[in-house]
């Protein structure tokens, strides 16, 4: 049976978990992962999928990842069900897998048929996938934007230094402490909500530490 529920429950997973970045003018060159890799190079051979299959397999992949079809399109095609169905596991987690990553991306049709070609696909494979991918990408972002999971982000921080001479317990504590209140906002409203906690001076400190440590990480990850 083709159960491809494994393959695309893991796709849905990475895609909610996913925020879309903005895009670039700056044409990005596509790397996929070695079985996406497979899965194409496996769509370039007519003898495993006929170009009547193929045109089929990307309009089905389409219509399930945009929720307008469900998987069990897959194996009631006409076209798809005489197929081998661990080859077709394969190429369909394959597409799904490059049209989630391109939309993400949002890559280019110059940028995504030189991988396709460097897969093999024939110009006309070639074609029917990005003249589909070019139709469905600005729905495929949109659906993609409004799932993904995303953390309110920090627009503002307010402080005050207060000074504890004693509390209930002692007699006398002489301790600074901050109050930290950040700003905060949810992508897309305009109202702000505070975040609110206190700290001594050596776990602001700290706190300071780690969020250079994770500025560093991301400034090397932007150059790599």
């Known amino acids: 049976h083709f159960n491809s529920q494994f393959y695309f429950g893991d796709l849905r997973s990475a895609e909610q978990e996913t925020v879309i970045g903005k895009a670039s003018n700056e044409a990005i060159a596509m790397e996929v992962s070695s079985s996406v890799s497979l899965g194409l190079q496996v769509c370039s051979e007519p003898a495993h999928i006929p170009d009547a ?5 990307v309009d089905v992949v389409f219509d399930v990842l945009l929720l307008e079809k469900e998987e069990l399109a897959v194996q009631e095609s006409a076209h798809l069900s005489g197929l081998d169905q661990g080859m077709l596991k394969e190429v369909y987690a394959a597409l799904c897998t490059l049209s989630l990553q391109a939309a993400q991306n949002d890559t280019d049709v110059v940028n995504l048929t030189s991988l396709l070609e460097e897969s093999k696909l024939t110009p006309d494979r070639c074609q029917v996938y990005t003249d589909t991918y070019s139709a469905k990408r600005t729905q495929l972002r949109t659906m993609l934007s409004s799932t993904a999971t995303r953390f309110p982000h920090i627009v503002d921080v307010d402080w005050r230094l207060d000074y504890y001479i004693k509390n209930n317990h002692v007699e006398k ?3 600074p402490v901050y109050l930290v209140s950040l700003k905060t906002q ?4 305009s109202d702000t909500s ?3 906690f206190a700290c001594t001076v050596e776990q602001l400190q700290d706190l300071v530490g780690k969020l250079k440590d994770a500025v560093k990480c991301m400034d090397k990850l932007a150059a790599s």
């Not at 299959?53 to 397999?57: I, R, T």
């Not at 949810?186 to 409203?189: F, V």
């Open 186 to 189: 949810e992508c897309g409203q």
């Open 194 to 196: 505070d975040v609110q």
């Open 53 to 57: 299959a193929f045109k089929e397999l």
């Open 173 to 175: 504590v002489n301790l």
